[in-house]
């Protein structure tokens, strides 16, 4: 029974190694996740505490509605209840947009290298995606404001932007939302937000006030730690999220996330705990990378995309061996080079010393 057409040159995704595997494969006893920028210090406690309470009365629906959250995200954005739309992770908010927005005969505007679901649920849907190269780990803004026609719905600017961790400043997204037509939604996603330190960052949330063809998209999964239970939710005029809130299945998000998601929003200690500590770890990981002189991209983000005199992909099996994951840059568009989440200290220093001799080691092989 074939798919549409389209499916015809479409895979499904393919998930990062599981520890088990590589832990059995490599006789290992310990293993490192840095490859999906997961939140090394795991979550707040108080979620842990406050699991077994919200574990119960699974017989029933969860809220559809999402109330309770609903009530704390808006109080806490000062936006209207109604503004908000959630979803099994902002990956489907994504997945949400593009069945509204896009059918055969539309385009999509994305940038290239980016956050790959964008494209990849704009295909399900019959549009045309048009792919803008970023320039140097930034959006090229008038090269996707150039690129919009009259069967565009969508751009797309991810912002800090995976896999390269460019921020789209205050100045930019401004001029960019100044210039882009009012009937092209433009979809800033912000699944980074927390990690963001530079003080030109756009608000985004505020934007909404004067555009009403944007949307902003956040995540429980980064920084709050609570990738596992899936939940993200998208904020927008609600026009928009009405019609959002028509394609959503009618029960997205599980009664624990819900819970789950107001209790890591009230723990505002954790959070900071664990922004400190990526941003100190990440300082000294870049300060390794100025010392053995490897170039990377600005990261406002809890990962360093970093480039490479070899390929990405002997990097990253070298490091698996070691128990080490990260995330090759092959399949991201940028062969030499790797995507590395910031972890612990700890975890940080041994990676750092298996990275400088794998290098040295390689690169003396290659001269002699
Ligand atoms: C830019 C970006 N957007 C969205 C997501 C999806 O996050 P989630 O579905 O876990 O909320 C990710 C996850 O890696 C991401 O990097």
Same mark, same amino acid.
């Given at each position: 029974?074939?798919?549409?057409?389209?499916?015809? /040159?479409?895979?499904?995704? #393919?998930?990062?190694? @599981?520890?088990?595997?590589?832990?059995?494969? +490599?006789?290992?006893? =310990?293993?490192? #996740?840095?490859?999906?920028?997961?939140?090394?210090?795991?979550?707040?406690? =108080?979620? =842990?505490?406050?699991?077994?309470?919200?574990?119960?009365?699974?017989?029933?629906?969860?809220?559809?509605?999402?109330?309770?959250?609903?009530? &704390? *995200?808006?109080?806490?954005?000062?936006?209207?209840?109604?503004?908000?739309?959630?979803?099994?992770?902002?990956? /489907?908010?994504?997945?949400?947009? $593009?069945?509204?927005?896009?059918?055969?005969?539309?385009?999509?505007?994305?940038?290239?290298?980016?956050?790959?679901?964008?494209?990849?649920?704009?295909?399900?849907?019959?549009? %045309?995606?048009?792919?803008?190269?970023?320039?140097?780990?930034?959006?090229?803004? @008038?090269?996707? *404001?150039?690129?919009?026609?009259?069967?565009?719905?969508?751009?797309?600017? $991810? %912002?800090?932007?995976?896999?390269?961790?460019?921020?789209?400043? !205050?100045?930019?997204?401004?001029?960019?939302?100044? !210039?882009?037509?009012?009937?092209?939604?433009?979809?800033?996603?912000?699944? +980074? +937000?927390?990690?963001?330190?530079?003080?030109?960052?756009?608000?985004?949330?505020?934007?909404?006030?004067?555009?009403?063809?944007?949307?902003?998209?956040?995540?429980?999964?980064?920084?709050?730690?609570?990738?596992?239970?899936?939940?993200?939710?998208? &904020?927008?005029?609600? #026009?928009?999220? %009405?019609?959002?809130?028509?394609?959503?299945?009618?029960?997205?998000?599980?009664?624990?996330? @819900?819970?789950?998601?107001?209790?890591?929003? !009230?723990?505002?200690?954790?959070?900071? +705990?664990?922004?400190?500590?990526?941003?100190?770890?990440? @300082?000294?990981?870049?300060?390794?990378?100025?010392?053995?002189?490897?170039?990377?991209?600005?990261?406002?983000?809890?990962?360093?995309?970093?480039?490479?005199?070899?390929?990405?992909?002997?990097?990253?099996?070298?490091?698996?061996?070691?128990?080490?994951?990260?995330?090759?840059?092959?399949?991201?568009?940028?062969?030499?080079? &790797?995507?590395?989440?910031?972890? =612990?200290? !700890?975890?940080? /220093?041994?990676?750092?010393?298996?990275?400088?001799?794998? *290098?040295?080691?390689?690169?003396?092989?290659?001269?002699?």
């Amino acid at each position: 029974m074939n798919g549409k057409k389209v499916f015809e /040159e479409m895979t499904p995704y #393919k998930p990062g190694k @599981q520890t088990a595997e590589v832990m059995k494969e +490599y006789g290992l006893t =310990k293993i490192v #996740k840095l490859a999906s920028n997961e939140n090394p210090f795991g979550y707040s406690e =108080k979620v =842990k505490e406050a699991i077994p309470s919200l574990a119960t009365d699974f017989e029933i629906y969860p809220d559809g509605y999402t109330t309770e959250l609903r009530k &704390v *995200l808006a109080t806490n954005l000062q936006v209207d209840k109604d503004q908000l739309v959630f979803g099994c992770g902002s990956d /489907e908010v994504v997945d949400i947009i $593009c069945r509204t927005y896009l059918e055969e005969g539309s385009n999509t505007i994305i940038a290239n290298p980016t956050f790959p679901q964008y494209k990849h649920n704009a295909l399900i849907q019959g549009a %045309t995606v048009k792919e803008i190269p970023l320039l140097n780990g930034y959006h090229d803004l @008038q090269g996707m *404001l150039d690129a919009i026609d009259n069967q565009t719905k969508i751009v797309w600017l $991810c %912002t800090p932007n995976n896999p390269t961790g460019c921020l789209i400043n !205050e100045e930019s997204l401004t001029l960019f939302m100044d !210039e882009c037509p009012s009937d092209v939604l433009v979809v800033v996603d912000e699944a +980074y +937000y927390e990690y963001v330190t530079t003080e030109n960052a756009p608000d985004s949330i505020k934007a909404l006030d004067k555009y009403s063809n944007l949307i902003v998209l956040r995540t429980f999964s980064k920084a709050y730690g609570l990738a596992g239970l899936r939940i993200g939710y998208g &904020v927008a005029n609600e #026009k928009i999220t %009405t019609l959002l809130n028509i394609t959503r299945g009618p029960f997205n998000t599980t009664s624990v996330a @819900q819970g789950a998601a107001i209790v890591a929003l !009230e723990d505002t200690d954790f959070l900071s +705990y664990s922004l400190k500590e990526t941003a100190k770890n990440k @300082q000294t990981f870049m300060n390794f990378l100025d010392e053995l002189e490897l170039e990377y991209y600005d990261s406002e983000t809890n990962f360093v995309f970093v480039k490479l005199p070899i390929s990405g992909d002997a990097l990253f099996e070298h490091l698996l061996s070691k128990g080490y994951i990260i995330r090759s840059g092959e399949a991201l568009g940028h062969p030499n080079g &790797v995507r590395i989440t910031i972890g =612990k200290k !700890e975890d940080m /220093e041994q990676l750092q010393e298996l990275i400088q001799a794998f *290098l040295i080691s390689v690169l003396e092989g290659k001269q002699s």
